[in-house]
């Protein structure tokens, strides 16, 4: 039997003192019930949830960040035998990466068993943001530019505003490095959106997602979150 906070605090949701803080609120259930009680102890077996999130005590969860190589597919079984990011990231519990990253795109990508963080943060309304680094054909024009920043219609649908900053231009070799910011992640939406404005992604790297950057990993190197990151991440799921 253990104290409600710790067992709350040691799952990696928020630091302990926090989550003393939202049993006084009132958003613990353990078994169902609302717990405001401090000393409250719990096992192993007992359904723990905060802020409507359910936390398995029973599962050690684990969250990684790995800087992904291109030539690695980010699904977690590829139908052609090609290397996955599974392969790289080595771990006994089944974990999947959190959204999809092409297997020509380098850079961020979280990977966790915690599927209940993980659906949070693909889905819209989280409203994470991700940062990619493309070059691109061809030298941005400002109306292109205008374009992508208001959203740009793809299949019907139209994007949400992006922050877009050209970082630079080659016009010899007529190519231009462009960075881009978005909050969703439909599939190839970065080179759809450059497509949509008549430019073809020739690189791509995603820089950037909410707090992480892989700027102390090299390409194919995966480190482990540790437990501040992963409160951070619950805490941008769970702002309303
Ligand atoms: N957008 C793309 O087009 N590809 C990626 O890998 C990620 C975002």
Redesign the pocket.
């Given at each position: 039997m253990e104290r409600l906070q710790k067992v709350i605090a040691n799952l990696g949701y928020c630091s302990r003192r926090h989550a003393e803080e939202l049993i006084k609120e009132g958003k613990v259930l353990v078994n169902g019930q609302v717990i405001t009680e401090l000393g409250t102890k719990v096992k192993s077996s007992d359904s723990i949830s905060v802020e409507g999130n359910i936390l398995d005590n029973n599962k050690n969860y684990e969250y990684y960040l790995l800087n992904k190589p291109r030539g690695v597919v980010t699904t977690t079984n590829d139908e052609f035998g090609r290397k996955t990011v599974l392969d790289l990231v080595i771990s006994s519990n089944r974990i999947y990466p959190v959204g999809?990253?092409?297997y020509d795109?380098t850079g961020v990508l979280l990977l966790t068993n915690d599927g209940n963080l993980a659906n949070k943060l693909m889905h819209p309304s989280s409203n994470i943001e991700?940062t990619?680094i493309a070059k691109i054909e061809g030298v941005m024009n400002p109306t292109s530019i205008m374009k992508l920043k208001k959203g740009v219609v793809i299949d019907g649908y139209k994007t949400r505003p992006a922050k877009v900053k050209v970082k630079s231009i080659d016009k010899k070799i007529n190519k231009s490095i462009v960075q881009i910011t978005i909050t969703e992640?439909k599939?190839?939406?970065?080179?759809?959106m450059f497509e949509a404005v008549g430019h073809k992604?020739l690189k791509?790297k995603?820089e950037k997602y909410a707090i992480f950057d892989v700027k102390d990993l090299k390409v194919g190197e995966y480190r482990k979150l540790t437990f501040k990151e992963v409160a951070i991440l619950y805490s941008l799921v769970n702002k309303k």
């Open positions: 999809r990253l092409d795109t991700k990619y992640g599939n190839h939406q970065v080179k759809n992604v791509l995603r």
